[in-house]
């Protein structure tokens, strides 16, 4: 199992619809940030889904340390 990596200190804000499913990247090395891409392959990292329940602006995590994945809790202001 590899650390995440840090893709940004600050989450991305994602206009997400209701219905769809989202699969965030959880270990950093996405190109389709805050999307997986399919570049966790090795690391023992997955991606996790994300299912919106309403249309609105998410903010995922995009220092992948946030302990309320795949949303920012804020953990990226002590990084
Ligand atoms: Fe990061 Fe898939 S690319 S979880
Ligand atoms: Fe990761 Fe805010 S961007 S906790």
Redesign the pocket.
């Known amino acids: 199992m590899t650390d995440p990596v840090i893709a940004q200190k600050a989450p991305f804000g994602v206009d997400v619809e209701e219905g769809k499913s989202y699969w965030w ?6 190109a389709e940030q805050p999307f ?5 392959k090795g690391t023992g ?3 996790m889904k994300y299912s919106a329940e309403n249309s609105a602006t998410i903010y995922f995590c995009g220092c992948k340390n946030t302990k309320g994945s795949p949303l920012c809790d804020g953990t990226h202001s002590k990084l």
């Open positions: 990247c959880s270990c950093g090395l996405s997986c891409d399919g570049s966790h990292l997955e991606p």
